[in-house]
T-cell receptor
Framework: GAVVSQHPSWVICKSGTSVKIECRSLDFQATTMFWYRQFPKQSLMLMATSNEGSKATYEQGVEKDKFLINHASLTLSTLTVTSAHPEDSSFYIC?????????????FGPGTRLLVL | DAKTTQPNSMESNEEEPVHLPCNHSTISGTDYIHWYRQLPSQGPEYVIHGLTSNVNNRMASLAIAEDRKSSTLILHRATLRDAAVYYC??????????FGKGTRLSVIA
């Protein structure tokens, strides 16, 4: 299947700093990528939909000024957590739509674990 | 997207078949049935998807009820590496996948 990578795989930062997470589709072009986060023992929650060349669409309750998303190319989307605080500590997962057979399928990255001290 | 209902947890012995059920009584005619699994500390992994007919791939089989109100993911021989949370998700169009709580599968050696 299609491959999606994320970098870094984990990051520890001090409260108040900004952290950038990259999501790449390695062997296909993705016009649409999604960002999710997952708190311990909970399911994935969609944060935003990222479309190449346009502004991201954020889910209700997700602050767009805090979670900056840039999708400047067909293979790269970035999520920047600005002025991170301990409550932003979570597992951030991106996904991209690729083609599996006749149907487009969402493929997920390995996730980035963020710990804010 | 229509809602799905899965058991919170299931247990299987290694090398035995596992049948993971999913109820989706409010499924619409255009909803695809997707199955993903998530191993600890990893992103979800695509397993299989289908619309009306049963599907097989190298990972699993998907059996879809004739009325499409339920489906079953079949792992033919469970291994320890199959221990994960399995998510059954309905998707209409190219909307993002919405995850429920899934079924936590434990595999006993």
């Amino acid at each position: 299947g299609a491959v999606v990578s994320q970098h870094p795989s984990w990051v520890i930062c001090k409260s108040g700093t900004s952290v950038k997470i990259e999501c790449r589709s390695l062997d296909f072009q993705a016009t649409t990528m999604f960002w999710y986060r997952q708190f311990p023992k909970q399911s994935l929650m969609l944060m935003a939909t990222s479309n190449e060349g346009s502004k991201a669409t954020y889910e209700q309750g997700v602050e767009k000024d805090k979670f900056l998303i840039n999708h400047a190319s067909l293979t790269l989307s970035t999520l920047t957590v600005t002025s991170a605080h301990p409550e932003d500590s979570s597992f951030y997962i991106c996904s991209a739509i690729g083609t599996s057979g006749a149907r487009e399928t969402q493929y997920f990255g390995p996730g980035t674990r963020l710990l804010v001290l | 997207d229509a809602k799905t209902t899965q058991p919170n947890s299931m247990e299987s012995n290694e090398e035995e078949p596992v049948h993971l059920p999913c109820n989706h009584s409010t499924i619409s005619g255009t909803d695809y049935i997707h199955w993903y699994r998530q191993l600890p500390s990893q992103g979800p992994e695509y397993v299989i998807h289908g619309l009306t007919s049963n599907v097989n791939n190298r990972m699993a089989s998907l059996a879809i009820a004739e009325d499409r109100k339920s489906s079953t993911l079949i792992l033919h021989r469970a291994t320890l590496r199959d221990a994960a949370v399995y998510y059954c998700i309905l998707q209409g169009g190219n909307t993002p996948l919405v995850f429920g709580k899934g079924t936590r599968l434990s595999v006993i050696a």
